[in-house]
């Protein structure tokens, strides 16, 4: 349990600090990454709704890779100084937030 706090506030942190580098970076770099943020909380709630684990997974997974994509190029047009740290902060985001952990705590408490 200790372990997996441990690794929960060192993502966090790393979140933080690529949050405040890219905001330093670039004023608009910041709603950019609370609407990436906010878009995938809204992909993780409507899954939620999806009874079938396998599907569940599936449509979180291909959903979230989508948004990465899409908020990169909506990155790379508008602030290209903070292409990195939008990349950086979308894929530790994306690595560290996994659909099945909330699967099974959804089949858990059940």
């Known amino acids: 349990m200790r372990k997996d706090n441990l690794k929960f506030n060192i993502a966090i942190a790393i979140k933080a600090l ?3 580098l890219g905001g330093l970076t670039n004023l608009l770099f ?8 906010a878009s995938i909380t809204l992909v993780y709630y409507l899954g939620a709704k999806i009874s079938d684990a396998a599907l569940n997974v599936g449509y979180i997974w291909l959903s979230k890779w989508t948004l990465f994509i ?4 909506i990155t790379g047009t508008n602030t290209p100084d ?3 740290h939008a990349m950086t902060l979308f894929v530790v ?8 952990i909330f699967i099974l705590k959804q ?3 059940q």
């Open 82 to 84: 903070t292409f990195l």
């Open 93 to 100: 985001f994306n690595i560290t937030v996994n659909p099945a």
């Open 30 to 37: 910041l709603p950019i990454a609370i609407g990436y943020i």
């Open 107 to 109: 089949e858990a408490s």
């Open 70 to 73: 899409i908020f990169l190029l």
């Open 18 to 20: 690529i949050f405040v």
